[in-house]
């Protein structure tokens, strides 16, 4: 192999806000608050779920695993990017960018999965109550969760072989803040229609298939909510979904942006924005959004705050 192939690259270059360093010194600052409350949440989200056994229940179960994605997920991009945007070094190694690409992408197509999985689930304890516990029965809601992980580092390993295939021609400087598909693909030196669109193809897969199940599951919810005739059961099961819609919004919608914009539309500037928004933003407000409405998460909070009281 020669260096067309990309084997003498001993890294990359990740240009991000380089370009604006007043706005890399309020990032940083910015990043570093949000990575710090994603870190809070999330994992109180996961201590929560194990410690409570009101809360050891199939969406809690799907909560946590979402909570312990978005973990991994912030911390796959964003404690290099603050060293980035403190220094002058930008470099990454090209081991290190293959693996932060398959991480990131995986847990990202994980995620897309998951928010699926989640909505059936959101959709059996509303339309299907009665039988709900043998619907979401333990082995199945590990089954679905596994699958959501499998499924998404699948496509992460095909990715990630695929795009690190295509020539480069000694081009190393990524325009983005971490490796990601779109960026690295605009560093080859040769066409990369097919890359493109095979690229597009399996989005629209991993985004819209989700996406069309969880239409149907809240098609179905809204039909058996307005039937509720409890103004106060209507409000608690609006509050549990609606906080679920929420996020889907929050990340399909950019995720969409970033994945099924056509090449030639797509602004770069605008790119590094939209990926700050799922990589950061909406990892850091899922908690947030999750339990701020949820009476029984709040009570879980206040059970194990009254404990360690009791224990000091």
């Known amino acids: 192999m020669d260096q067309k192939n990309g084997s ?48 050891q229940t199939p969406m809690y179960f799907f909560l946590s695993n979402l909570s312990f994605l978005d973990l991994c997920y912030t911390t796959s991009t964003v404690p290099q990017l603050l060293v980035h945007l403190r220094g002058a070094d930008k470099s990454i190694s090209f081991g290190a960018c293959v693996a932060q690409l398959f991480i990131a992408l995986g847990l990202g197509c994980t995620e897309c999965i998951l928010l699926g999985v989640m909505a059936f689930d959101r959709y059996a304890a509303v339309c299907r109550p009665l039988h709900y516990a043998v619907i979401m029965h333990p082995r199945l809601c590990a089954l679905m969760a ?56 399996v989005s629209v897969i991993i985004l819209l298939i989700p996406v069309a199940l969880i239409t ?52 770069q500037d605008l790119g590094k924005f939209i990926s700050l928004f799922y990589t950061i933003v909406t990892p850091m407000v899922n908690p947030f959004i999750y339990t701020l409405r949820n009476k029984d998460v709040m009570g879980a909070v206040r059970k194990v705050l009254c404990r360690a009281a009791t224990g000091l």
């Open 8 to 55: 003498f690259f001993t890294g990359f270059i990740l240009l991000g806000f380089s370009d604006r360093p007043q706005l890399e010194r309020v990032l940083f600052v910015v990043l570093l608050i949000f990575y710090l409350l994603t870190l809070l949440g999330n994992t109180s989200i996961i201590a929560l779920s194990r410690l409570d056994p009101h809360l």
């Open 146 to 201: 596994s699958a959501s992980w499998f499924i998404g580092f699948a496509n992460a390993s095909l990715q990630t072989v695929l795009t690190f295939l295509v020539p480069l021609c000694g081009r190393n400087k990524i325009d983005h803040f971490f490796c990601e598909v779109p960026p690295l693909l605009k560093l080859a030196c040769v066409d990369t229609t097919v890359n493109e669109s095979e690229l597009f193809f």
């Open 216 to 267: 149907f599951s809240y098609g179905r919810i809204v039909r058996a909510v307005l039937r509720i005739k409890s103004a106060a059961g209507q409000r608690k099961v609006f509050g549990t979904c609606g906080s679920h819609l929420t996020v889907v919004s929050l990340f399909y919608g950019t995720a969409i942006y970033a994945y099924l914009q056509p090449s030639n539309n797509y602004s």
